[in-house]
C-alpha cells in the first residue's frame, strides 16, 4: 500500500518543488526582493510575539532566519505531498489545496508596505507551474492504473516525466538566481563608490590592552553581527535611494544619495550592541562609522517645540521611534554611509542606516532607512516596542570576560584575566574583577577616543588550585556600578555580571 501511494505524494512533491523554482526564478528576474517564500517567512516574524521572537533570538542565534525558512519548506513538502495524495481521488481536490497556498503566498506579498502588482507575478507563475505539472505527471500515474497491462511501461514513462522535472526545477532555480541582476549590480555599485570625506583611520594604538584572545577594540565588518528582520535584504542603489523628513518641522525635505554626502561629514568610533545580547553575549561590535550628523540635518528644517520623537522607516517596512532628544544632542547621531572606511555592507544597511551612540538598535539603528517622521511617542510606536519592548532602551552598563572562556583550564598562580566593558554616551570609568568573592580588584584600561565607545580591560591575579568563580563588573563615569540583578533582555536590556568557572592546577 505504501509502494502505491509514494509515486502520488512523489508527484505532488515534484510539483509543488516546480513552482517554488519558477516562482523564485521570475522573482529574481524581475529583482523583486520578496518571493513568496520570503513573504510568508516576513509574515511570520511580524507577527511572532516579542517574548517567542528573543526566545528564537538566544537560542538560534544568526541561524534564526534560516531555520524559519527551513520550517516552511518543510511544511510546504507535507502540503505538497498531501496535494499528490489527494489526486487520487478526484481532479479538483489537489487544486484546494494549490489555491490555498497561492492564497497564503498573495496575502503575505500584499501584506508588505512596499508590494505591488508586479510582485503578485511569481504567485501567478508559480500556481500555473503547480497545475500544469502535477496535471503531467497525475495523467502518466493514471494510465499506468487503467491499464494493467502497460503499468510496466506507464510507469517507466512517469519516472522519466518526474526526472525530468526534477532536473527542469534545479535549472530553473539556478538560471533565476543567475539571471536575477538586482543584487550584482548594487554590489558592484558599492565597491565602484568613493565617498568623499570617508576615511580609512586607523584605531589609536593604546586602546589595546595587549592580552591574546579579547576581542579587538575595532570590529571587522565581517564580524559585526547583524540582527533585523529581513529574509531577503533590500538592494538599493545609491541613486535609487532618498530620504524623506516630514511630519512635525516647518519646512519637508526629500534628499537623494548625492545630497546626503555632499553634506558635512563626520567620523566617529562607536559601539553599538543589541538589547537581545544576553549578560556576556556577543551582539556587540565597534566601529569607524561615517556620515552626516542628524541634527544638523533636523535643525535646518525647523523642528516642532512639541515633537519628541522620529519615526523612521525602513525599505523594508521596519520601523521604530527614536528619542528625538538622542538624535539633537552633542553625540554624533548619524546617517551613516560607511563602515571603517569604506560602503556599508548591503547587510548592514548600504547604502544609508542610522546610527545613535547610547540607544539600543531596536529604537534607533534603522538599515536601509528611507524615511523619518518628527512626531510624538503619543502617536509613534516602534516594531519592537508593539511587542512589549520599552519605548527609550538608552544602553545599560555591562562588561564581558573575553579571557579565559569559562570551563577553560589554567595554570595556578598569576592568571591574566581581561575582556571589554560599554556604557555607550557616559563611558566607562573602571572595571573591577573578583575571584571566589573576595574583594574586588581594579583592571587596567585600554584609552578610548570617546564614551561612545566599548573599552578593553585586564588584570593579573593571583589564582590558586581549585575550582574557582570569577566575575566582572563596570562602573560609569556617571558613578553608576553595574548591577548583579539578573535580568532577561526583553524589555530593556539584560542585567546581572558576566560570570565564569575556571580550573586551577
Known amino acids: 500500500m505504501t509502494t502505491r501511494r509514494t509515486p502520488w505524494a512523489l508527484a505532488g512533491v515534484l510539483a509543488g518543488l516546480a513552482g517554488l523554482a519558477t516562482s ?3 522573482a529574481n528576474v524581475l529583482s523583486i526582493r520578496e518571493s513568496p517564500v520570503v513573504a510568508v517567512a516576513e509574515s511570520v516574524i511580524k507577527l511572532t510575539p516579542g517574548a517567542a521572537a528573543e526566545r528564537a533570538i538566544s537560542v538560534l542565534g544568526h541561524y534564526d532566519k534560516p531555520a524559519l525558512v527551513t520550517g516552511i519548506l518543510v511544511i510546504l513538502l507535507g502540503c505538497f505531498a498531501g496535494a499528490g495524495l489527494l489526486a487520487r481521488g478526484a481532479w479538483w481536490r489537489p487544486m484546494l489545496v494549490w489555491a490555498a497556498i497561492a492564497a497564503l503566498g498573495l496575502a503575505a506579498v500584499l501584506s508588505l508596505p512596499s508590494s505591488g502588482a508586479t510582485d503578485i507575478l511569481p504567485i501567478g507563475v508559480g500556481a500555473v507551474t503547480w497545475v500544469a505539472v502535477h496535471s503531467a505527471l497525475v495523467d502518466a500515474l493514471r494510465r499506468g492504473r487503467q491499464r494493467p497491462e502497460l503499468e510496466s511501461r506507464e510507469r517507466r514513462v512517469f519516472l522519466m516525466v518526474a526526472g525530468a522535472v526534477a532536473v527542469s526545477t534545479v535549472a530553473i532555480a539556478g538560471a533565476g538566481r543567475f539571471v536575477g541582476a538586482g543584487r550584482r549590480h548594487v554590489e558592484s555599485s ?11 583611520r586607523q584605531p589609536p594604538p593604546a586602546t589595546s590592552v595587549g592580552l591574546k584572545g579579547i576581542a579587538p577594540w575595532q570590529t571587522p565588518n565581517e564580524d559585526f553581527y547583524r540582527i533585523d528582520t529581513a529574509i531577503a535584504l533590500p538592494t538599493i542603489a545609491p ?3 532618498s530620504l524623506r523628513i516630514h511630519g512635525l518641522v516647518d519646512r519637508e525635505v526629500t534628499l537623494s544619495y548625492a545630497d546626503l554626502v555632499a553634506r558635512q561629514m563626520t567620523e566617529s568610533w562607536i559601539t553599538l550592541n543589541c538589547v537581545s545580547n544576553e549578560v556576556g553575549g556577543g551582539l556587540i561590535g565597534n566601529v569607524r562609522w561615517s556620515g552626516v550628523r542628524i541634527a544638523d540635518l533636523l535643525a535646518d ?4 517645540a512639541d515633537a519628541d520623537c522620529v519615526f523612521q522607516t525602513s525599505h523594508d517596512g521596519w520601523y521604530c521611534a527614536t528619542p528625538l532628544a538622542a538624535l539633537t544632542d552633542d553625540r554624533d547621531a548619524m546617517l551613516a554611509v560607511a563602515m571603517n572606511g569604506r560602503p556599508l555592507p548591503i547587510e548592514h544597511g548600504f547604502p544609508v542606516r542610522t546610527v545613535v551612540p547610547g540607544l539600543y538598535g531596536y529604537v534607533s539603528a534603522t538599515k536601509w532607512v528611507v524615511d523619518y517622521e518628527v512626531t510624538t511617542f503619543d502617536t509613534a510606536v516602534g516594531y519592537w516596542t508593539d511587542k512589549g519592548w520599552s519605548a527609550e532602551g538608552p544602553v545599560k ?3 564581558r570576560i573575553d579571557v579565559p572562556r569559562s570551563g577553560d583550564g589554567v595554570a595556578a598562580g598569576e592568571v591574566s584575566f581581561g575582556g571589554v566593558a560599554w556604557r555607550q554616551h557616559t563611558g566607562i570609568e573602571a572595571v573591577e574583577v573578583q575571584v571566589d568573592g573576595g574583594p574586588w580588584e581594579r583592571a587596567d584600561l585600554g584609552e578610548v577616543p570617546s564614551v561612545d565607545t ?3 580591560w585586564a ?3 593571583d589564582v590558586p588550585e581549585g575550582d574557582h568563580e570569577v566575575r566582572v563588573r563596570a562602573i560609569g563615569k556617571d558613578g553608576e556600578t553595574q548591577t548583579s540583578a539578573i535580568a532577561r533582555p526583553d524589555p530593556d536590556g539584560s542585567t546581572g555580571l558576566h ?6 592546577s
Open 190 to 200: 558599492r565597491r565602484l563608490l568613493r565617498i568623499p570625506g570617508v576615511t580609512r
Open 499 to 504: 560570570t565564569i568557572e575556571i580550573s586551577a
Open 459 to 461: 588584570v593579573t591575579l
Open 301 to 304: 528644517l525647523g523642528v516642532s
Open 454 to 456: 566599548w573599552v578593553q
Open 24 to 26: 523564485y526564478a521570475t
Open 239 to 241: 541613486e535609487d535611494w
Open 397 to 399: 552598563i555591562a562588561s
